[in-house]
């Protein structure tokens, strides 16, 4: 087993190699992993070699602001039917874990035949809950109708930091509300500064958006954020939310239709977001607003 230094792009070139012909990395470089992991404060990759030198299984270990200290996201890649040497490597990533002082560690499998996920579970993980990933691509063409809200305004929060308390608050309560089988997700404002790189005087980016009351209430929030630093054309949700007493009354669907207006206008392309299991509401809006499959994601988790 090699843990090789998180800083040699080399040996995470190799190993990005490797994992594009057997699975679905998050990027086929490292330059490029780097880039979409940006917010992690920790890379750690492990790798196991046959007798030739060959890469046979490999896993990618990240700790990041946005899960939290006390969890290690993971992405694993093995060659089909070695089992045993694929376990051992997840072992190898849960013992550095345990060292760190992690509870558990989870991963995202996309789009898993049945033989990947007995290899997870031969290693200890169990299946706590699935999420779609689904795309929607916005043109010229597209008519993208304003979001509007009987009762309220959609404004951009950077424009309105005196309403970044309220909008806290309703982060929070719609954190613990969401039906997510873990807490994959920043919690809150703070977390969300940390992840992006904002200091806490700094306003946020665009598409930040917040509806918000004559009495200055926020009843709802959507957040998309630019996926690759460089990249405007893709954007990713991060969260929307509606105060519990403002549901069923179209905020979310307000909410997500002027994101796509006011991203096409800054250039953006392509709209990324997710369903998780049960959470059948934001599952309608996204196929109301057009979003397509792209892919699925099975969530594992090991607990340490």
Known sequence: MELPDPADDAALDELLTFAGTVGRPRAATATAYRAVASDATVIQPFVLRDPAGELVAAALATVSPSIGNDQVQLNGFLRPGLVPEFAAVLDSVA??????????????????????LDAWRAA?????????RVIRTVGDDDHLAHGAIDGAQIVELRDHPELESGAEALWRQSHQDVPSALRFDTADLPLLREEIGLAPDEPFPTLVLVAVTAASDVVGLAVALRRYPGDRSVVGHRMTATERGWRNRGVALALKQELLRRGRTEGVVTFQASNDDGNAPMRAINERLGYQLDYRLVLMRRDL
């Open 95 to 116: 013992t550095w874990a345990h060292a760190r002082r992690a509870q558990c560690v989870t991963a995202h499998i996309s789009d898993p035949d049945d033989a990947q």
């Open 124 to 132: 200890r993980f169990e299946q706590v809950g699935e999420r779609q």
